[in-house]
């Protein structure tokens, strides 16, 4: 399966952005979708994931800002971020992993990585 991520951009804090993750060559309903983001010199980390079976899964900075919904019709998983501060600035990545739920935040797990989306919040 390709991974294609898209939607990042150049917000003011405090706004919204909806990042997509789009796949082709195979089916998100076998997987579990993970994002992850790398902000400038910092390691990458996982940020949420959308299980094939529905669950889902939020590093607390983002919980109750960032929801991760899945489209199976479009075959896209989606990101949407409210409430963006500067500190979410990073590319964000989309990846897949067949892991046990216990370990989706490991980053180790996951496959099919997209390219990236660069999301920049100002202050």
């Known amino acids: 399966v390709q991974l294609q991520a898209s939607g990042g951009g150049l917000v003011q804090a405090g706004n919204s952005l909806t990042l997509s993750c789009a796949a082709s060559?195979?089916?998100?309903?076998?997987?579990?979708v993970g994002w992850f983001r790398q902000a400038p010199g910092k390691e990458r980390e996982f940020v949420a994931c959308?299980?094939?079976?529905?669950?889902?899964k939020y590093v607390d900075p983002v919980k109750g800002r960032f929801t991760i919904s899945r489209d199976s019709a479009k075959n896209t998983v989606f990101l949407q971020m409210n409430s963006l501060k500067p500190e979410d600035t990073a590319v964000y990545y989309c990846?897949?992993?067949?892991?046990?739920?216990?370990?989706?935040?490991?980053?180790?797990?996951?496959?099919?990585w997209g390219q990236g989306t660069q999301v920049t919040v100002s202050s």
């Open positions: 990846a897949t992993t067949t892991v046990i739920w216990g370990r989706v935040t490991e980053e180790i797990h996951y496959r099919n």
């Open positions: 060559g195979g089916l998100f309903r076998s997987y579990t």
């Open positions: 959308f299980s094939w079976d529905g669950k889902t």
